[in-house]
């Protein structure tokens, strides 16, 4: 019969935060086990250029960054494998972790960096012009269309935010919102349609985008189904998704507190979640910044929980 193995911390994901966790987790002797997930290197690797994390005054490829992470890692000692966690059992610890290959892992410490998934509308233009036009975060790419005409979709706050945001630098914004009205708050609805270089474009839905190997433009139907039903295109040169993200936190969801969108709950200033020992860093439990900086952040922070946890049950 296949014996478990028996880990001090098991990491899930790959990401800014994993990727820190195993760095930090590694220095402390802990000697971490992380599986990469479904998709190694997190969100990142669907980045071209990313100019904002510190340390890379000329900016750095997304994947080239997440393979410097991982090497960082496992100079240290972190155990990096392909794979993902596909069951989890948190009643008692040591936890029992099981993936995708059936292999069990009893971990004492489990950071979960799973991260979180970006919800596309499901055309195929946005897989083709991906890093090349289409962007699921403004804060991240927003600065390559200063003076630029971009696009928003979605109509809540998020998307009210991003296009705030894209205000600042790009030449001209289009929100464009499925319904005849905004679902978000009134104070977001204010300062949107009081930004001059914004313009709202309602009952619009995407059909497909269109240029030649990058994004040049979109094309609309406006009142979609409506006997005054139009076809519309506008130049953009970016087109940016703000319709949402989707918390990978499922596999864990039985053992730990979630909030209504599935992001996992914290407590307040720490990356510790209800069960002892087990923490949670980066995206999957931020909805609010989402920022490799601050996945890293809470990365180091877990680590460092981590080996706090370990030291007392030691005693």
């Known amino acids: 019969m296949k014996q478990n193995e028996e880990v001090r911390c098991l990491i899930v994901g790959s990401g800014p935060a994993g990727y820190t966790a195993a760095i930090y987790a590694s220095r402390a002797n802990l000697s971490p086990v992380l599986y990469t997930g479904a998709q190694p290197g997190g969100q990142l690797t669907t980045t071209t250029t990313v100019e904002n994390f510190p340390g890379y005054p000329e900016g750095v490829d997304g994947i080239q960054l997440m393979m410097d992470l991982r090497a960082q890692a496992e100079k240290f000692g972190a155990s990096v494998r392909e794979g993902a966690i596909v069951k989890a059992d948190m009643s008692v610890a040591p936890y029992k972790i099981t993936t995708d290959d059936d292999h069990i892992i009893e971990a004492q410490t489990v950071i979960i960096a799973t991260g979180a998934t970006a919800k596309y509308l499901g055309i195929d233009d946005e897989k083709k012009y991906a890093g090349a036009g289409v962007s ?8 390559f269309y200063r003076k630029k005409t971009v696009a928003v979709v979605g109509g809540g706050d998020t998307a009210c935010e991003e296009a705030i945001y894209l205000a600042s630098l790009a030449k001209q914004v ?3 919102v499925r319904k005849p009205f905004l679902r978000a708050s009134k104070v977001m609805q204010k300062r949107v349609i009081e930004t001059e270089n914004i313009t709202i474009l ?3 839905n995407i059909l497909g985008l269109f240029g030649d190997g990058k994004v040049e433009g979109t094309h609309l139907i406006k009142r979609m189904g409506e006997s005054d039903e139009e076809k519309v295109d506008i130049a953009i040169d970016g087109f940016f998704l703000a319709i949402g993200h989707s918390p ?3 596999v864990f969801k039985q053992w730990i507190d979630t909030d ?6 914290t407590i307040p200033g720490t990356p510790k979640t209800k ?3 087990v923490f949670a860093a980066g995206d999957v439990a931020d909805p609010y910044y989402r920022q490799a900086i601050t996945s890293a952040g809470t990365g180091c922070a877990a680590a460092i929980e981590a080996e706090r946890y370990l030291s007392e049950i030691k005693k």
Request: charged fraction near 15%; glycine fraction near 12%.
């Open 260 to 265: 209504d969108n599935g992001y996992i709950v």
């Open 248 to 250: 990978n936190s499922d």
């Open 136 to 143: 699921a975060c403004a804060t991240c790419d927003g600065f």
């Open 275 to 277: 069960v002892p020992g």
């Open 202 to 204: 309602f009952e619009h």
């Open 174 to 176: 289009y929100l464009i």
